[in-house]
C-alpha cells in the first residue's frame, strides 16, 4: 500500500487528481483507516506494531501530499504567468485620434487673435427671444428687414425662435454692461439658423463671429482698422479691405466688407466675377436707437460692431468648394485639417 500510494501521488499531475488521491489513501473511507479498523483482529503483540507502520506510512503520505500540492501549484502559477507574459516587443496597436472641426480652427485662430486686441469673449443662446434677436436691434414686428433673415421658430406664438445672427449677444451684453466702469469691447462667437435654402454657399444652420467696441469717441477709422488687421491675420498681411455702403437697421452706417481675391491678387478672375474683391462681412456703426434699447447713452457712448460668417471665412481661406462638408462628417474630409490645429 505505501508503494502503491507513493507511486500514485509522484504521477498525479494536476490539484483535483492528488485530492482525490489523498481522500482514497487517508480519508474517513480510505485504504490506511481501513487497515486501521482491521486492527482489531490483531493479537495484543502485533496491534502497536502495525499501528506504529500505519501512522509512519500516513506520516509519509501527508509529507509527500504537501511536497506534491506545492510542486503542482508552482507549475500552475507559472503556467498561468506564461500564458500572461506581455511582449513588450510587439508592435502596438495604432489608436485613432481625432482632429479638430475647421470651423473650430477658424473660429479659435479669430478669438485667439481678438483676445490679444483687448477683447472678451462671451457668448449667448441659441434658442433667443424675438425680443433680443430682433426687436433689441431695431428690427420692430412687421418691418421689412426681418425678410433678411427668416428663421425657424420653436413656439406657435413665435416669441421664441433658433437666433438668425449673433447680434442679440450686442444686446444682452449692452444692457449689463457698466459703462461708468470701462469701455466694452467684446466678440462672440456661436451657431445661427436661417431658412435659407443650402447650395454650395448657404446653410440653414452656419457659424457666426459678432464684434462690438463702444466707448465715447469711437470712429468708423477704428472699425476699419480693425477689420483689417482681422482680415490680414486670417487671410495674410498682403491683402486689402474696402467698405461698400449697405444697410443693416441695426448700423448707421452700415457696410459691407470686401477682400482683395485671393486668386488673383486683385486683378479680375471666375473667384470674384472679375471685381477682384470678395465679400466677407457686414459691419457699422452701432445704431443709437440699439444703445437707448439697452439703456446705454447715445449722446455719450457709441462704437462700431462687425458680423463675419466663419464658414464664408472657412471656404475662403481653405479653398473649400461646398459649405455642406463642414456637417456631412466624413473623416476623409475633416482629417485634411489635421496639421491646421
Ligand atoms: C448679419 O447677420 C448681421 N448680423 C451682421 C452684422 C453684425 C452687421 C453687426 C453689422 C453689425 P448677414 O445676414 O449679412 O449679416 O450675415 C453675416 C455673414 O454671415 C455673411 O457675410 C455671410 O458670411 C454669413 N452668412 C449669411 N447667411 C449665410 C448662410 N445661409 N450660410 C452661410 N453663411 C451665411
Redesign the pocket.
Known amino acids: 500500500l505505501k508503494d502503491q500510494g507513493l507511486t500514485q501521488i509522484k504521477e498525479a499531475n494536476d490539484l483535483d487528481t492528488l485530492n482525490n488521491i489523498r481522500v482514497n489513501l487517508t480519508g474517513k473511507k480510505g485504504e490506511l483507516t481501513k487497515v486501521l479498523r482491521s486492527m482489531k483482529d490483531l493479537s495484543n503483540e502485533e496491534r502497536p506494531k502495525v499501528g506504529q507502520v500505519v501512522n509512519e506510512v500516513r506520516d509519509l503520505f501527508a509529507t509527500e501530499i504537501d511536497n506534491k500540492k506545492e510542486q503542482l501549484q508552482q507549475a500552475e502559477l507559472e503556467a498561468q504567468m506564461q500564458k500572461e507574459a506581455i511582449d513588450v516587443t510587439l508592435p502596438g496597436k495604432e489608436s485613432y485620434l481625432g482632429s479638430h472641426h475647421l470651423i473650430n480652427i477658424v473660429r479659435q485662430d479669430i478669438e485667439e487673435f481678438c483676445v490679444s486686441l483687448g477683447y472678451q469673449v462671451i457668448t449667448g443662446p441659441e434658442v433667443e427671444s424675438d425680443h433680443y434677436n430682433f426687436e433689441m ?1 431695431n428690427i420692430p414686428k412687421n418691418h421689412p428687414a426681418r425678410d ?2 427668416d428663421t425657424f421658430y420653436v413656439d406657435a406664438t413665435h416669441e421664441h425662435l433658433m437666433r ?4 442679440p449677444v ?1 444686446a444682452r451684453t449692452l444692457e449689463k454692461h457698466d459703462f461708468s466702469k470701462s469701455p466694452l469691447k467684446m466678440i462672440s462667437p456661436g451657431k ?1 439658423y ?1 431658412r ?1 435654402d443650402d447650395d454650395a ?4 444652420q ?3 463671429l ?3 467696441v463702444i466707448d465715447e469717441n469711437i470712429t468708423m477709422a477704428h472699425l476699419k482698422g480693425t477689420l483689417q488687421a482681422i482680415a490680414q491675420h486670417v487671410f495674410g498681411e498682403d491683402r486689402e479691405i474696402r467698405l461698400r455702403p449697405s444697410y ?1 437697421p ?2 448707421e452706417p ?1 457696410v ?1 466688407v470686401d477682400v482683395t481675391c485671393f486668386a488673383c491678387g486683385g486683378k479680375g478672375c471666375s473667384t470674384c466675377k472679375s471685381t477682384g474683391w470678395i ?6 456703426m ?1 445704431h443709437p436707437n440699439v444703445l437707448e434699447n439697452a439703456g446705454v447713452d447715445s449722446q455719450k457712448y457709441g462704437g ?6 466663419l ?3 472657412a471656404i475662403l481661406k481653405y479653398g473649400v468648394s461646398d ?1 455642406r462638408d463642414f456637417y456631412l462628417n466624413d473623416v476623409r474630409f475633416l482629417e485634411q485639417f489635421r496639421q491646421e490645429a
Not at 164 to 167: F, G, K, L
Not at 201 to 204: I, P
Not at 279 to 284: D, I, P, R, S
Open positions: 436691434m433678411m433673415q438668425s445672427q449673433t447680434s450686442q445661427v436661417r435659407d454657399t448657404h446653410s440653414h452656419f457659424n457666426q459678432e464684434g462690438l443693416f441695426f448700423t452700415s459691407e465679400e466677407v462681412l457686414g459691419a457699422g452701432v462700431f460692431a462687425f458680423g463675419l460668417g464658414d464664408r471665412f459649405i
